[in-house]
Each structure stands twice: as structure tokens, then as C-alpha cells.
């Protein structure tokens, strides 16, 4: 399958205010790709710079630098009038129902909103078509000539659903579209997210802190942190045999309902630092409880541990340039196809600890 | 049928309120000037005025019955439109305030249509405009306008402009001593010389108009920059504006959607300063001769005329309080928020 969205060595930085040559750097070298009729669940605490990557595909705000291609066409650096071509393809849904939606505007006239972008098209086939999208996302035809503080929390996520489908676009980017939402509401948003993609083979970038979210809803998932993509792989690979520390604390966080699973807690100590000044080498090496010297001054890179499961730490895959002494911890897939790790001496360590 | 939905129902409940709040000012306004030291029978007899004297002035007045009894006739009297005479000139106290309010009205909504003319828009430009200097000058221009007084305002244009630039005419009054004032119909020269053909009287009393005019506005502008830019500010960084930059909208058309949003603040906030004005222009109409309600109001307190100064602060403090609710209303009205 093609992807139809490629995103290479991604950067963003912001100029820190009141420093005249501090930078925050939002997002320091992100790659990933999403095929067509993929959600690649993009993880990490606030201040990760998650939602940050989201935005720059929109051009909500301008990359630094790096490559974003979207159906084979470079967007990170095309002037906003060639790209506004585009805009009909690559569409957004807010954290906020309530505030997403212009309170002057009807439920319709918001839904209808984007068509502006698509040409040739009559005010009949806009009715028709905003009518046809508001029936795929449950709005029933009485909401739309409503105003949003007519309606839930639910019913306005549904619309910006809604307004985010109406130009049939590849991609969507699902900037936490269900953390402001109730449980049973959520859950609700999620089913329908799910059914459009099955409908029309959407994409999805789903951008979340909902660790039970973003299982639920992606195919595949990267873990942020300070910027970084620390890990990746399928939903399996990351939730079920998580490598990177930073992912297996991020994991430990979330209670298990299941009271026969292993609940293995393995917090961080500290904050997260800022991102005006990262730590040298591993950006994770302040709070990692598995850090060595080496952590420090070596800058750990995505490697590929098979079938597509990449960690950037170079304690649970080292690149074979970097040997370090005693307890090297040696990364491999088991039979199942998860990635497993255990120290060279033969104790298991606290990483190695398997979760069923 | 609409009508009487939710909005009618406001409406009338804030008209209502209305009624309350003005028979509280007649109410307060007569307590206060009780309260006031000066005693009008020794303004009225003379310092040497003998206690007999003083006496039958007193009961020509009034004065010599209980305060309730006072309270009640005062609240019957002005229910008929009667706010006393003068103790000073003799006249109607309603006539005198209404011939002074309508030289402040004159002067005041001038200002004020200038102010809002000239506020929302440098409000909305320092707010969407993305290079520094240009943000920086609603600040600038608040702290410049508004952190010296408005009198010294009216002072430093008449120097300027009258004095050494000779621009301006002579700052007395709201006409030349030479042009005889318009017709009178509404009691605005400006209004009354256009509908009369008076060319003459309407240059000058335009002409009278200007500098006033432009101080009150000038000073008055400053806060409705900021209002209008903090607003604008929020909306541009609402949800639903970054979803039409998302979609790529054209910037003016994302501007004239989140000014919708932004201005209902602002002309609630105008309205506020349009009631503060009539009584607030006070110091510049003293430095202009102007002559308007507010001069009124302190040369009555000065002479200890109490029901002139009654009189006035009660017109002032129901038109102010009019204002408010028409504003109200006009937010009710215009906000799909209060729909239902």
C-alpha cells in the first residue's frame, strides 16, 4: 500500500520569548508515514509537541524545516496559495466542541464551511451533501439549523466530524478530539470515527494522552516525548511488549482492568524538562531508570528491532556501532512477533519483565 | 409570537427594572441633598439677613416642613415633570436642564461617534496586524491618552490650535458671539443650522464642535482600542478560527467572522462610555465655556441650588441608565446566544 503521507525529519522550532536566541524546539527530527485507510495514534504527555506536528501539517503553523508529502507533493514548504488546493484533502477536528464552531453560525452553515474550498459546486448539491454527511455522523436534521450552545458536547464533536468528512478528504487529523468529552460520549465519537474510516478508507492522524483511546482506534502508534518519536510500531507491538522506558512508564500509568494481567509500575522520577533546554544525548536520560553514562552523551536513533517495532534507546537497541560494557541489554522478536529484551549478563532487568 | 418569547420577556423585566432603578435615584439624589452642608436661606437673604427673614424663606421654600413630607411632595412633583424652580435663576429647573443637556447631547455624541469611529477600527488593526510596532500602539496610545487628564487635553489643543496655529475658534462657547444661533428644533446648533439652510451658524458651531469634540474623543477612544483588540485577540485564538485558517479561508473572510463574535463586547462597553460622557464631559465643557449639563450641575452646587442640582444629577443618572438598558437590549436582540 501506498502512504499517502510521508512526514521526514520534521522540525519545529518557536523562538523562546524574552530570549533573543533560545528557541523552544516544539518538535526536534519526527518521520513517520500513514497509508491510506490507516490511524497512526501519535502518543505523548502535554508539552510532547504532538499536537505541534498536527498543526504543521495543516500549516497551522509553519515548520522549521524537514519534508511533509502528502499525495506525492512536498506541503511543508509550498507557498499557502498552491497549497490551498490541497486543503480540502487534509482536514482537522478539534479538542473543543464548544469553542470549534463560530457561536453565530448554524450547525449547517458550519458543516458547509469547507465546501468553500471545493469549486463547482451549486448551492443545491452543498445543501444535499452537507445533509448526506450530518446523516453519516447521526446529526439529526432538526440540529442543523441549531446553534452550538443548542447542543451537547457530543452532538458538536459530531459536527466537527462532520465538517472535517464533508470535502471527502484522504487525511484527518484528530487533534484529541474526545479528551474534553464524557466517557460514554466518547466512546460514542470513537465507534463513529471508526465506521467513517471502514466507509470511506480515511486516514487518521489520531493525536491523543488517551493511552485507552489510542489503542482502541490505531493501527499503529509513536510515542513522543520532547519532541521525539521514542518508538514506534503496530498498536500489538507498542501496547503489548512496549521497549522504550519512556513508553513502559507511559503504559504503567494507565490501570488495567483486567485484574490477571501483570501490572508492572515503572515510574519516571522528576519532570518533564523543558524544551528550551534538552538534555544532551538521550533526551529521556534525566528520568530514565535504566540510564547509563552513555545515555548521556550519545544520541539514540530509531532503529528497527523487525516487523516495523522501532525504539531509539540504546539500551534496548544498540546500533551496532555502540558496545557498551557489562549488562547490555539485547533487543530481539520472539515468536509471536514482539520485541523482547534481556540483559547480556542473563538477569532479566526491570525493562526485561514481560507483559502478557 | 416571537416577541413575546424569551426576549420579549427580558425585555420587558429589564424595562422594569428600569422604573426601579430610576425611582432609587430620585429616592438617593433627595437624601444626599439633604445631607449636603450650605443653607440656601442665607444664599437667598444675604449674609446679614435676619432670622425672620431667613424664616419665610424658608417657608416660601418649604423647608420648614418635615423631610418626609418634602420626600413626598418632591417624588409627586417630578412624577409630574416638575423639578422645582431655581432657587438661582428663578426658571424651571426641567427647562434649564434640558437647554444645557442638549448643548452637552450636542457635544457628547459628537465625541462619541468619533471615539467608536476611530477605536474599533485601530482596535481590530493593532490586534490582526502581526508586525511588533503596530501592536504596540493601542498601548502606547492608552497610556498617552489616558494618563493625563482630559482637561489638560482640552488645554494643550486650545494652545496649540487656537493660540499659536489659529486654527481653531476662540474657545467659548459653542457658536461665534457674531452668528446668531440657529432656529431652535431640536436644541443641537449643529442639527438645527443643517435643517434651517443656516450655513453660516452650522460652520461655526461645527467649528466650536471640533476641539471639544475631539479631545473627549481622543481620551474616551483609548479604552474602546483596548477592548476591541483584547476581544478581537481571544476570537482570533478561539477553536473555530484556527479551524477556518485550517480550511485555508481567505483572511478578510476570517476577520469579518471573528469581529462578529468580538464586537458584542465592544458595543456594550461603548454604551457605558456614551453615559459615563454626559456626565463626565464636564471638565472639558468648563475648559470650552460650553455651557452643558454637567457646568450646570457644579455652578448648582456652587450656589447651593438643590433641586437644580437634584434635578440634574436625576437626568443624568436616568439617561445614563436608559443607555445601559438599550444596550442590553440591543445584545439581547442581535445575540443568537439568547435565543430561547
Not at chain 1, 124 to 140: C, G, H, K, M, Y
Not at chain 2, 36 to 48: I, K, S, W
Not at chain 2, 116 to 141: C, D, E, H, M, Q
Amino acid at each position: 500500500m501506498a502512504s499517502i503521507l510521508s512526514v521526514e525529519r520534521l522540525v519545529k522550532r518557536f523562538p523562546a520569548p524574552g530570549a533573543a536566541k533560545a528557541f523552544i524546539w516544539a518538535v526536534s527530527d519526527v518521520s513517520f508515514d500513514i497509508e491510506k485507510g490507516e490511524t497512526l495514534g501519535l502518543v505523548g504527555e502535554s508539552g510532547s509537541g504532538k499536537t505541534t506536528v498536527g498543526r504543521c501539517l495543516l500549516r497551522l503553523v509553519e515548520p522549521t524545516s524537514g519534508r511533509i508529502v502528502f499525495l506525492d507533493q512536498d506541503i511543508a514548504k509550498m507557498n499557502l496559495r498552491d497549497f490551498r488546493s490541497l486543503r480540502a484533502k487534509i482536514q482537522i477536528v478539534f479538542q473543543e466542541p464548544h469553542e470549534s464552531l463560530d457561536p453565530r453560525m448554524t450547525i449547517a452553515a458550519a458543516i458547509g464551511e469547507p465546501l468553500k474550498l471545493v469549486k463547482h459546486m451549486t448551492r443545491l448539491e452543498q445543501s444535499d451533501r452537507i445533509i448526506e454527511v450530518a446523516r453519516q455522523v447521526l446529526i439529526p436534521k432538526e440540529d442543523l439549523t441549531k446553534y452550538p450552545h443548542e447542543l451537547s458536547g457530543g452532538q458538536l464533536q459530531r459536527a466537527g466530524v462532520a465538517r472535517a468528512m464533508i470535502t471527502n478528504p484522504e487525511l484527518i487529523v484528530l487533534d484529541e478530539p474526545t479528551s474534553l468529552l464524557d466517557s460514554s460520549v466518547r466512546a460514542e465519537i470513537m465507534e463513529l470515527l471508526i465506521d467513517l474510516q471502514q466507509k470511506t478508507d480515511v486516514s487518521y492522524l489520531f493525536v491523543s494522552h488517551d493511552l485507552t483511546s489510542v489503542e482502541h482506534i490505531s493501527h499503529r502508534v509513536a510515542v513522543m516525548y520532547l519532541g521525539k518519536i521514542v518508538e514506534t510500531g503496530t498498536t500489538k507491538q507498542v501496547f503489548e511488549a512496549p521497549l522504550h522506558p519512556y513508553t513502559r512508564s507511559l503504559l504503567s500509568s494507565v490501570l488495567v482492568a483486567d485484574p490477571a494481567k501483570e501490572h508492572v509500575r515503572a515510574p519516571l522520577v522528576g519532570e518533564i524538562p523543558s524544551p528550551i533546554n534538552r538534555p544532551t544525548g538521550c533526551f529521556l536520560h534525566t528520568r530514565c531508570p535504566i540510564a547509563i553514562d552513555a545515555c548521556r552523551t550519545v544520541t539514540p536513533e530509531l532503529v528497527d528491532l523487525g516487523r516495523g517495532h522501532r525504539v531509539s534507546c540504546i539500551r534496548v537497541a544498540p546500533l551496532p556501532s555502540q558496545v557498551f560494557a557489562r549488562n547490555q541489554l539485547v533487543a530481539w522478536t520472539d515468536n509471536r512477533g514482539f520485541a523482547r529484551a534481556e540483559g547480556t549478563d542473563g538477569q532479566r532487568t526491570e525493562l526485561g519483565t514481560e507483559r502478557h | 409570537m416571537h416577541w413575546f418569547g424569551w426576549k420579549g420577556r427580558f425585555i420587558l423585566r429589564r424595562l422594569g427594572l428600569l422604573v426601579l432603578q430610576v425611582w432609587g435615584i430620585v429616592t438617593t439624589v433627595f437624601i444626599l441633598i439633604q445631607l449636603l452642608p450650605g443653607d440656601p436661606t442665607y444664599l437667598l437673604g444675604g449674609e446679614f439677613s435676619t432670622p425672620s427673614t431667613r424664616a419665610s424663606i424658608a417657608q416660601d421654600l418649604g423647608l420648614d416642613q418635615p423631610i418626609y413630607v418634602r420626600y413626598f411632595k418632591y417624588m409627586e412633583n417630578v412624577l409630574h415633570g416638575d423639578l422645582g424652580t431655581s432657587y438661582f435663576t428663578g426658571k424651571p429647573i426641567l427647562e434649564e436642564v434640558l437647554r444645557h443637556f442638549t448643548a452637552t447631547f450636542e457635544l457628547v455624541t459628537f465625541a462619541f461617534i468619533v471615539a467608536v469611529g476611530l477605536g474599533i477600527p485601530l482596535g481590530i488593526w493593532s490586534a490582526v496586524s502581526r508586525k511588533g510596532f503596530l501592536k504596540n500602539i493601542p498601548t502606547a496610545y492608552g497610556m498617552v491618552a489616558g494618563a493625563l487628564p482630559e482637561f489638560w487635553w482640552a488645554l494643550m489643543s486650545i494652545l496649540i490650535l487656537y493660540v499659536i496655529l489659529g486654527f481653531a475658534p476662540a474657545p467659548i462657547g459653542r457658536i461665534d458671539v457674531s452668528v446668531d444661533p440657529p432656529h431652535t428644533i431640536t436644541g443641537l446648533y449643529t442639527l438645527d443650522a443643517l435643517m434651517t439652510g443656516n450655513v453660516s451658524a452650522f460652520a461655526s458651531s461645527l467649528a466650536h464642535l471640533v476641539l471639544p469634540g475631539l479631545t473627549l474623543a481622543f481620551v474616551n477612544a483609548a479604552p474602546i482600542v483596548k477592548v476591541t483588540r483584547t476581544q478581537m485577540l481571544e476570537v482570533m485564538s478561539s477553536g473555530f478560527v484556527r479551524y477556518a485558517q485550517a480550511c485555508g479561508m481567505k483572511r478578510g473572510r476570517i476577520y469579518r467572522d471573528a469581529l462578529k463574535n468580538a464586537l458584542l463586547p465592544v458595543i456594550t462597553y461603548s454604551g457605558l462610555v456614551y453615559g459615563f460622557l454626559i456626565s463626565g464631559a464636564v471638565l472639558v465643557e468648563t475648559v470650552f465655556s460650553w455651557g452643558g449639563l454637567g457646568q450646570f450641575a457644579v455652578s448648582s452646587v456652587v450656589n447651593s441650588d438643590y433641586l437644580a442640582v437634584a434635578g440634574s444629577v436625576m437626568f443624568i443618572a436616568s439617561f445614563a441608565l436608559t443607555v445601559y438598558v438599550l444596550m442590553d437590549i440591543l445584545q439581547a436582540v442581535v445575540d443568537p446566544r439568547t435565543n430561547r
